[in-house]
């Protein structure tokens, strides 16, 4: 499994543009491997769909992987026949190296492939693509186990089929309905972070790509297609079985013990620009509260058998002190990981010693409740103390998760929601007035000409931006300050604002730079 680094995490979704001058918007692959009967038929059919139905520029790229027939001569002829078509050659097989090799060279906001044989009907390819077009999901699938889908193939490969997803439900708690339809589409943007972490070469490649997308929280279409069983397909159906149950033991290994970070695929919270206006807006409140609960419940019952046990061979108070300090260590580590999300060993011992003072609040209130309980009977009964200490915690799980998320694991969050900045400099046209240093919406005036603009979204570190980003952020800001500032005296002058906020008061997404990924043609872990 790859750890590589990656670009960082995904800026938001944004709807495409209606018309990209010079650039296709649609890029599909046909992966072959000796298919020098079924390529032509199967690139002028995807050729004529594609000019009679869709909106936008499209490109048809057919990757071949070290076909040794006559394959590369007949992509050789479309290429050369037919403008949009792009013939791409590779000396090793495997499918997955094919379609990692020419999406990470595609410049195509979309991309997408099929199988050769077409099974797939062509009129669900536009509902594929439409909703990464739009900025509304990540991938797009076709699913052949749809109640809507109408597919026709023999029992076998059903079986195998339906065995296959019921696997990945049990063992990867896969969501998605199928895997294995060769009709899959991704933007480009999730393509350049989530394929540097894809492993399998093969035919696994899909399946890999999805559940690491899925546990990232990228949202994945699904589209019910009409499929007609090729009866001449050339894959090794118990070949292919085996290598994706391997995938799935290297997978599900690699994330349960956690050696894979998936942070750097997440999306940021709220991709309306009306969501970035509000402020003080809690990011992620749902699901820490759902994790907070599941591990505050665990906690709750490691608690009861300690106190249980100490109680045993000691007083009350002496049990409860020592059973809530062994389980407030562990409710600590388990939240800091579970709960907000950190990794690593950076600040561990920070965050005990403040769970420990949570710790210490937790105790007065339990014990308080215990002193109260011995002052109005002196006898109480077991249960008695079982109860009243239940509803001690109750109110210390309140207070707690209050201190974790205000306090002891603000630093995380600070440090994703801290403002950052856009330095923009320019030669004013004219003097700004003197003793001004603050510019538009309270922006401080700092400046250092000739240093590259950031821009990062709220909740995320900033980037570098790209330097037609830094000329955009100059023109953007230019009117707005340089009519309030004529008659300054300043040789040079920069404004600084919010990430997403234009100096005119409009909120614009402000987008990181991915950086391009190099195909791997090689995989050492490959044995094929």
Same mark, same amino acid.
């Given at each position: 499994?790859?750890?590589?680094?990656?670009?960082?995490?995904?800026?938001?979704?944004?709807? %495409?543009?209606?018309?990209?001058?010079?650039?296709?918007? #649609? =890029?599909?692959?046909?992966?072959?491997?000796? @298919?020098? !009967?079924?390529?032509?038929?199967?690139?002028?059919? #995807?050729?004529?769909?594609?000019?009679?139905?869709?909106?936008?520029?499209?490109?048809?790229?057919?990757?071949?992987?070290?076909?040794? =027939?006559?394959?590369?001569?007949?992509?050789?002829? *479309?290429?050369?026949?037919?403008?949009?078509?792009?013939?791409?050659?590779?000396?090793? !097989?495997?499918?997955?190296?094919?379609?990692?090799?020419?999406? +990470?060279?595609?410049?195509?906001?979309?991309? $997408?492939?099929?199988?050769?044989?077409?099974?797939?009907?062509?009129?669900? %390819?536009?509902?594929?693509? $439409?909703?990464?077009?739009?900025?509304?999901? =990540?991938?797009?699938?076709?699913?052949?186990?749809?109640?809507?889908?109408?597919?026709?193939?023999?029992? !076998?490969?059903?079986?195998?089929?339906?065995?296959?997803?019921?696997?990945?439900?049990?063992?990867?708690?896969?969501?998605?309905?199928?895997?294995?339809?060769?009709?899959?589409?991704?933007?480009?943007?999730?393509?350049?972070?989530?394929?540097? *972490?894809?492993?399998?070469?093969?035919?696994?490649?899909?399946?890999?790509?999805?559940?690491?997308?899925?546990?990232?929280?990228?949202?994945?279409?699904?589209?019910?297609?009409?499929?007609?069983? =090729?009866?001449? +397909?050339?894959?090794?159906?118990?070949? &292919?079985? &085996? @290598?994706?149950?391997?995938?799935?033991?290297?997978?599900? !290994?690699?994330?349960?013990?956690?050696?894979?970070?998936?942070?750097?695929?997440?999306?940021?919270?709220?991709?309306?620009?009306?969501?970035?206006?509000?402020?003080?807006?809690?990011?992620? %409140?749902?699901?820490?509260?759902?994790?907070?609960?599941?591990?505050?419940?665990? +906690?709750?019952?490691?608690?009861?058998?300690?106190?249980?046990?100490?109680?045993?061979?000691?007083?009350?108070?002496?049990?409860?002190?020592?059973?809530?300090?062994? +389980?407030? /260590?562990?409710?600590?580590?388990?939240?800091?990981?579970?709960?907000?999300?950190?990794?690593?060993?950076?600040?561990?011992?920070?965050?005990?010693?403040?769970?420990?003072?949570?710790?210490?609040?937790?105790?007065?209130?339990?014990?308080?409740?215990? /002193?109260?309980?011995?002052?109005?009977?002196?006898?109480?009964?077991?249960?008695?103390?079982?109860?009243?200490?239940?509803?001690?915690?109750?109110?210390?799980?309140?207070?707690?998760?209050?201190?974790?998320?205000?306090?002891?694991?603000?630093?995380?969050?600070?440090?994703?929601?801290?403002?950052?900045?856009?330095?923009?400099?320019? *030669?004013? $046209?004219?003097?700004?007035?003197?003793?001004?240093?603050?510019?538009?919406?309270?922006?401080?005036?700092?400046?250092?000409?000739?240093?590259?603009?950031?821009?990062?979204?709220?909740?995320?570190?900033?980037?570098?931006?790209?330097?037609?980003?830094?000329?955009?952020?100059?023109?953007?800001?230019?009117?707005?300050?340089?009519?309030?500032?004529?008659?300054? &005296?300043?040789?040079?002058?920069?404004?600084?604002?919010?990430?997403?906020?234009?100096?005119?008061?409009?909120?614009?997404?402000?987008?990181?730079? #991915?950086?391009?990924?190099?195909?791997?043609?090689?995989?050492?872990?490959?044995?094929?």
């Amino acid at each position: 499994m790859r750890t590589d680094s990656s670009p960082g995490t995904l800026p938001a979704r944004e709807h %495409l543009p209606a018309a990209t001058a010079g650039t296709p918007v #649609l =890029d599909v692959v046909i992966p072959v491997y000796n @298919e020098e !009967k079924d390529l032509q038929p199967c690139v002028q059919r #995807l050729h004529d769909h594609l000019t009679r139905t869709f909106p936008y520029t499209f490109r048809i790229t057919i990757a071949d992987n070290a076909s040794t =027939d006559t394959t590369p001569e007949v992509a050789r002829r *479309l290429e050369a026949r037919i403008p949009e078509v792009r013939n791409f050659r590779l000396e090793q !097989k495997g499918r997955g190296r094919a379609l990692r090799t020419v999406w +990470s060279a595609s410049d195509a906001p979309i991309l $997408a492939y099929m199988d050769v044989d077409l099974s797939t009907d062509l009129n669900a %390819l536009l509902p594929l693509v $439409a909703p990464l077009i739009s900025g509304h999901s =990540d991938l797009a699938i076709g699913s052949r186990l749809s109640r809507s889908s109408r597919v026709v193939r023999g029992p !076998k490969r059903e079986f195998i089929s339906r065995a296959y997803n019921l696997i990945l439900r049990g063992s990867l708690q896969a969501r998605f309905s199928d895997a294995q339809c060769g009709f899959k589409a991704i933007r480009r943007d999730v393509a350049q972070v989530l394929l540097p *972490l894809v492993e399998d070469t093969g035919w696994f490649f899909d399946t890999e790509m999805l559940v690491l997308a899925e546990r990232a929280g990228l949202r994945i279409h699904e589209v019910p297609v009409d499929w007609v069983d =090729d009866p001449n +397909s050339t894959v090794h159906i118990v070949k &292919t079985a &085996t @290598e994706d149950l391997k995938g799935v033991w290297r997978v599900g !290994k690699a994330l349960g013990t956690g050696s894979l970070s998936l942070d750097r695929l997440t999306r940021p919270f709220g991709d309306d620009p009306r969501d970035r206006e509000i402020q003080d807006v809690p990011k992620g %409140l749902a699901r820490q509260l759902v994790g907070f609960c599941v591990v505050g419940g665990l +906690s709750t019952l490691f608690y009861l058998l300690l106190y249980s046990g100490f109680r045993q061979f000691s007083g009350s108070q002496f049990a409860n002190a020592l059973a809530l300090l062994v +389980s407030a /260590v562990a409710n600590t580590a388990a939240n800091r990981r579970l709960t907000f999300g950190v990794r690593g060993r950076g600040g561990a011992v920070k965050h005990q010693a403040q769970g420990l003072v949570v710790f210490g609040i937790g105790l007065a209130l339990t014990s308080g409740s215990l /002193v109260a309980l011995n002052a109005a009977t002196t006898d109480p009964a077991h249960s008695t103390e079982l109860a009243v200490l239940i509803a001690a915690n109750l109110a210390a799980t309140i207070l707690r998760f209050l201190l974790f998320r205000a306090w002891v694991f603000s630093d995380r969050r600070e440090a994703g929601d801290s403002e950052s900045t856009v330095v923009a400099s320019h *030669l004013p $046209a004219q003097p700004a007035p003197t003793g001004a240093s603050y510019g538009p919406f309270g922006s401080q005036l700092v400046g250092h000409p000739g240093h590259p603009a950031q821009t990062a979204h709220p909740g995320h570190p900033a980037q570098t931006a790209h330097p037609a980003q830094t000329a955009h952020a100059v023109h953007t800001a230019a009117p707005a300050y340089a009519s309030s500032y004529r008659n300054t &005296t300043a040789t040079h002058e920069t404004t600084q604002f919010r990430a997403g906020e234009a100096a005119d008061g409009t909120w614009r997404d402000a987008t990181m730079r #991915l950086q391009p990924v190099r195909p791997h043609d090689t995989d050492p872990g490959d044995p094929r």
